[in-house]
C-alpha cells in the first residue's frame, strides 16, 4: 500500500472516530441523566425511608428470572428499636446507580413497615450490588455493598440466618477489609 492511501485511510479512520466522539459523549449524558433519574426516583425509599416499626428480613428460597421471587425459606420479624436501629443502617447506605451490576440473585429481602403498612420491600444482591424495590413498584438501585454500611447490612442478615451464611458466596464480603 502507498504512502498516500495509508494516510487517506489515516484521515478517513480520525475523522470516523471524531464522528463518534459527541455520540460517546451523548451516551454518557444519557446515562448520566438516567443515573440521576433513579437515584431521585429512588430516595425516599432509600436514604429518605421514613420511619418505622417493625422490619422483616427474608430468607430467599426459589428464584426465578432475574432474581424474581418464587419463594421465602425463612422470616424474621424484628420491631422497636432493633427495627428502627435496621431502618438506621438502611438509610446510612451509599445509593447510586452507578454501583449496580447487570445480575440480580438476591440471597435476601427486607420490608419496612409504619403502622402496619408496608413502605418498601426489597430484594437485595450483594454479588452485584443491586437492591429491586419490590413495593412500590420502582426501578433498582445501587449500593455500596462493599463498603462499610453495605457489610454491616449484610451481617444484620447473616446473624438473622446463620445457615445461610455459612454456605452462602457473601463470606468475602463479610470478611474482607472495610472501604
Avoid at 422490619?55 to 428460597?61: C, M, N, S, T, Y
Avoid at 419496612?112 to 454479588?127: D, M, P, Q, T
Avoid at 457489610?151 to 464480603?173: D, G, I, M, W
Wanted: hydrophobic share 40%.
Amino acid at each position: 500500500m502507498t504512502k498516500r492511501k495509508l494516510t487517506v485511510i489515516g484521515l478517513a479512520l480520525a475523522g470516523f472516530l471524531c464522528a463518534l466522539v459527541p455520540t460517546s459523549a451523548q451516551d454518557e449524558r444519557s446515562l448520566q441523566r438516567l443515573r440521576r433519574e433513579i437515584n431521585t426516583k429512588t430516595l425516599p425509599f432509600t436514604n429518605r425511608l421514613p420511619a418505622v416499626d417493625r422490619v422483616e428480613l427474608a430468607l430467599i428460597g426459589d428464584q426465578g428470572e432475574m432474581g424474581s421471587i418464587k419463594s421465602i425459606a425463612a422470616v424474621k420479624t424484628v420491631e422497636g428499636a432493633q427495627a428502627r436501629s435496621i431502618a438506621s443502617l438502611w438509610r446510612s447506605q451509599t445509593f447510586d446507580h452507578q454501583y449496580s451490576a447487570g445480575c440480580h440473585e438476591p440471597p435476601y429481602a427486607i420490608k419496612f413497615f409504619s403502622e402496619g403498612k408496608v413502605v418498601l420491600y426489597a430484594s437485595i444482591c450483594w454479588a452485584c450490588s443491586n437492591i429491586v424495590i419490590l413495593a412500590p413498584k420502582l426501578a433498582g438501585q445501587g449500593f455500596d455493598s462493599k463498603g462499610r454500611a453495605g457489610k454491616a447490612l449484610l451481617r444484620v442478615f447473616s446473624e438473622a440466618f446463620p445457615r445461610s451464611a455459612q454456605r452462602s458466596s457473601l463470606l468475602p464480603h463479610l470478611t474482607s477489609g472495610d472501604r
